[in-house]
């Protein structure tokens, strides 16, 4: 509704600046960060250098772009695949399982936008702040998993942290009360409700990395050679973590 009532000049404007991205995708699946160039992409539109700059205020510009858009379709897909798991009322750890896969699939089919969002594109690059929120978007929908869980001493350092986070920035509690508002509570909230937002934060936290180290390395081909299926090591990273959480396990 929204692009039907935009004018001809503003449906221009839009079509030129996805046009524009989609070829610095190609230039980025082709040589990465550093091969990204404004004036390939202008001569390959058939525009003047000065033309391109009234779509984007230079290369950093460009990158953000790419950038949010990345974030946005990897928490689409995390999105999807957290609906598909509820509907399909699978347990907890399963869900874990479908998580991770949908972050490793995402990141494999994509892996020039995934490396864009994982690293440093190109030296100097600084990341607009905004893509905070996106990559928390991303991860968002383990927090409700984790939620659940009873962490055991393999993990209780980082839930005591996780506290400590949840206390000191308000702005955590808010993102865990989005995606799991009943480990947040009220404001007096309850021990019991305390220890389950630090464990939901706790096990976003540690599936990112756990997610991020078994993903890079497959994604930069470091796995090549080697026996096993990224998924295979990625689901028994998921399993480890799980069993640190308790997760699925009735409670003593």
Not at 65 to 93: F, H, N, T
Not at 201 to 213: E, I, K, R, S
């Amino acid at each position: 509704m929204e692009r039907a009532q935009q004018g001809p000049r503003a449906r221009y404007r839009e079509q030129t600046r996805a046009e524009i991205k989609d070829l610095a995708l190609r230039q980025l699946a082709e040589g990465g960060g550093t091969a990204l160039a404004l004036t390939r992409i202008a001569k390959e539109m058939g525009l003047s250098g000065p033309a391109l700059y009234r779509y984007f205020a230079g290369r950093d510009d460009l990158l953000n772009a790419l950038i949010r858009d990345a974030y946005d379709d990897a928490a689409a897909a995390m999105a999807r695949a957290a609906a598909r798991s509820v509907k399909g009322s699978r347990g907890v750890r399963a869900r874990l399982h479908d998580l991770a896969e949908a972050y490793r699939t995402w990141a494999i089919a994509e892996p020039h936008r995934y490396l864009l969002i994982q690293g440093a594109p190109v030296p100097g690059y600084v990341a607009p702040a905004d893509t905070l929120e996106r990559a928390r978007a991303v991860l968002g929908p383990f927090l409700p998993l984790f939620a659940t869980g009873s962490p055991g001493p393999a993990v209780a350092a980082t839930v005591d942290e996780m506290t400590a986070w949840l206390a000191a920035d308000g702005s955590v509690g808010a993102w865990v009360a989005r995606y799991a508002p009943e480990a947040v509570g009220t404001p007096d909230a309850t021990a019991g409700e305390a220890r389950a937002a630090a464990s939901a934060l706790a096990g976003a936290v540690l599936a990112w990395t756990q997610l991020h180290g078994s993903v890079s390395m497959e994604v930069a081909g470091q796995f090549a050679g080697m026996a096993h299926r990224g998924g295979t090591l990625l689901g028994a990273h998921m399993e480890m973590l799980a069993d640190a959480f308790g997760l699925d396990q009735a409670p003593a």
